[in-house]
């Protein structure tokens, strides 16, 4: 079974402060992405990263920032928190099976910033 | 730009009401098609996909889609509703295969 962990699931933090939110996964698998979820909008995509060291950005990186040292692990960072970034943050994994990819989610981390 | 539309936000049901979702895409090539499920307080999981082959898939816990090309839909069904099957819906379109494009999600509430 595929598991995507992420290190909170709820998290509150200051306008200003910088944020990291770690996600893991145990799969090997090659991309991992962030998306942030919102009331009516959907899942937005902010980065993705294809490899160790790559990223691009998504639909609406603004704001925030990435990190991919290790295969397994894919951080978001906020650099310097907002209010308009209170969400539930997902993140997701994906490999190349059988000609198609599946994403796998983890559990979120819902951000409250004040 | 990809878009993915899904017309309704929210749905309420009685238990063994027939439910259809609509799903609608604006990419005109080849495209992966997915939808995903919520349940309250669960993180997303897949619940069908559809790459190629017969337009009608078959997905867990009842559900099925199809796919028609001609009207780039991507329609979800369930002859009949449980209770259980209350949550968020969301159709998803991956037209370069790995980068995903999510519709807004479909509220469904079941009642018992």
């Known amino acids: 079974d595929v598991k995507v962990t992420q290190s909170s699931r709820y998290l509150v933090k200051r306008t200003g402060e910088k944020v990291f939110l770690e996600c893991v996964q145990d799969?090997?698998?090659?991309?991992m992405f962030w998306y942030r979820q919102d009331p009516g909008l959907g899942l937005r995509l902010i980065y993705f990263s294809y490899d160790v060291k790559m990223k691009e950005k998504g639909d609406i990186p603004e704001g925030y920032s990435v990190s991919r040292e290790k295969k397994e692990r894919f951080s978001l960072i906020l650099e310097s928190a907002s209010t308009n970034q209170t969400s539930m943050y997902l993140c997701a994994s994906s490999f190349l099976d059988r000609g198609f990819y599946e994403q796998y989610f983890g559990p979120g981390t819902r951000l409250t910033v004040t | 730009a990809q878009s993915v539309s899904q017309h309704n936000h929210h749905v309420i049901l009685s238990e063994a009401a027939s439910l259809e979702l609509g799903c609608n895409y604006s990419y005109g090539g080849t495209v992966n098609l997915f939808w995903y499920v919520q349940y309250p307080g669960q993180h997303l999981q897949l619940l069908l996909k559809?790459?190629?082959?017969?337009?009608l898939v078959k997905g867990i816990k009842g559900f099925e889609a199809e796919f028609i090309k001609s009207k780039f839909s991507f329609n979800l069904r369930k002859p009949s509703v449980q209770w259980s099957d209350t949550a968020e819906y969301f159709c998803?379109?991956?037209?370069?295969?790995?980068?995903?494009?999510f519709g807004s999600g479909t509220k469904l509430n079941v009642k018992p």
């Open positions: 998803a379109v991956a037209p370069n295969f790995n980068k995903f494009y």
């Open positions: 799969m090997d698998h090659e991309n």
């Open positions: 559809y790459f190629s082959g017969d337009p």
